[in-house]
């Protein structure tokens, strides 16, 4: 028996790039509308966040288009053209419906032939710029009406469109906006109706920058000009309009005190919208060049923690760097704060005092994330992969490079600490060769303890024999480095003491078989010693009180202000190991083991990137083991049911 394909009565097609903040809401209320013979069909044009993943949860097709080809009515054809409903609805992927009533409304309207289009209501958000909402309520009222020529009006963002005109006449692909209204104005002139209907709203959610307000009027009216409906004659009008409306918003302003705050805001949005609106009108050529209609069509723009110099960091709005051949893009999930963040911050660390590093610099370097785009040449790693990075990366060709020795390499870069931007960064760009994938299921916020826990596997590498045969180890600091030694040293079946002056941080290894010492009396006893505090005077003690022939690891920075006397080292035939970083076996061995460790005291502090002032602050004060920032929470989240999905498969025999 042939089955037989049901087809809807309506296609929803929306068009996505980087929607991830509003999508699931929008598609979520799709889903819970009482009218539901429908198909829904994303068209994606190059997004770098988790806009596919939410859409393939939730749509029954998800078409991905390269960026270089979007143009509005393009991204539209391309989503009509794989559709199959009567009807075509669509929405903006940052809209939300006001009722689960819009889209039947919306359809309702079809049951006149003569209508082609049917534009729904749009209301503005809490989000919204206050200009913006007073315009969606000047121009979308309570009435219902029926619009012909010369009425030139219909919006996109929340229409409908049937399907047999749509076949006759796609949308302009020409023009860089208002191909709704070319769509409308051919079938008014034509005699069919359009109609806008107050009874199927959404809200529209704009969160842009001022530039982008500012160029999204300049491209709407390029295209107007394109089209006819207005020239350079309509610029005085233009502007004594939006003039007239500035007045009106703050005389709304003035008598709410509210909104007293939001008055720059309002004279702010009418002057960008003035500017952009007339240099759109006034210029000739239908389409601007490369770069202008790059940034005009898409927000390829991430927050991201910039230190400036010493003591001067602030978040802001950055550009996404571009993906080279041998690179990878990274969306942060997490990353981890470290003391060499603030020391950067601070202007202390010896990589910025002695010039090897210079500002501006986005810090982070112990982080995960997931893989949104990756480079031609890079093979071992996809998109959508969980990933961490290695911190110390070489050049990749000097013969130190080539005999494994990165740190010892001459142009040698640390991500988040010099020559790479780091993870407190909604993106970073970092080269592929230095990535590593996580296995599937494994807490991002593990993950970004696998950079930390590597470079302890390096130190205890680079010890070799003299952790051969078991021997006591003493470490001392049992903050996050020392305390993962203690972990790793302990698994390892080694008898360990560790001394820190802080009751509290030792108090995170009490379900740790060792020895807990808040002085540091009885250094004697040990052969072996690792140094994880990076304080001078600490390391004073270790050099003086451990046994002769001792064994020493340094993990901790900076000890740029230590005045150890050497002759100790001398005089007593110890041994001196400096280890920075960590090498790829070392952190795909922090990988394997990040599952296994108990870590859960690092993962109980995390703080929003916004709050990254109040997280270095928690730092400073050694309140807790670990401080995490958030990056995105909605991946943190998707990952933690993803995790929970693969725990609940059944297990193969």
Known sequence: MTETLTVPETSIVIRAFNEEKHLGKLLESIRAQRYQDVEIILVDSGSTDLTRQIAEAHCDRVIQIASRDFTYGYSLNIGCRASRGEYIVIVSAHTAPVHNEWLGNLVANFADKEVAMVCGRQLGA???????VSDLARTFGDERLVLQPPVNFANNANSAVRRDLWEAHPFDETLPGLEDVAWAKHWMDAGYQVVYDPTAPVYHIHEESWRQVKLRYYREAMAARHMGIKGRGDIPGELLREWWRLVADLARVAVAPSLWPRASEVVRFRANKSIGTAAGLWRDEPQPNPELREEMMFNRRG????????RRATLRQVEVPAVKPGDVLIKVAY????????????????????????Y????????????????????????GDHVVVETVQGCGDCDRCMAGNRA???????????????AYADYTVVPGAYVHRLPPGLDFRLGALCEPLSVVLKGLRRLGAALADQRPVAVVGAGPIGHLSTRVLRGRGHAVTVFDRDEKRLSYLSDVTADLRADLDGLDAFSVVVEATGNGEALDA??????????????????????SDMEQVVANDKTIVGSIGAGPDDLEEAISLAGRLKLDRFLGTTYPLESFKQAWDAVRRRTHLKVLLEIDPLLARMAVERGSEIAMRPRAD
């Open 360 to 383: 501006p610099i986005i810090p982070g370097h112990e982080f995960s994330g997931q893989v949104t785009a990756v480079g031609s040449q890079v093979q071992h790693i996809a998109e």
């Open 542 to 563: 270790v050099l003086h009180g451990s046994a002769p022939g001792a064994t020493i690891l340094l993990l901790g920075l900076p000890y740029a202000k230590s005045r």
């Open 335 to 358: 990353v981890g704060l470290c003391a060499t963040d603030l020391e950067i911050y601070n202007g202390s660390l010896g990589y910025y005092r002695d010039g090897r590093a210079k």
């Open 126 to 132: 809490p989000e919204s710029k206050l200009g913006e």
């Open 303 to 310: 927050r991201a923690v910039v230190i400036d110099g010493p």
């Open 408 to 422: 010892g390499c001459a142009f040698r870069t640390e991500v988040g600490v010099f020559g790479l931007s780091g």
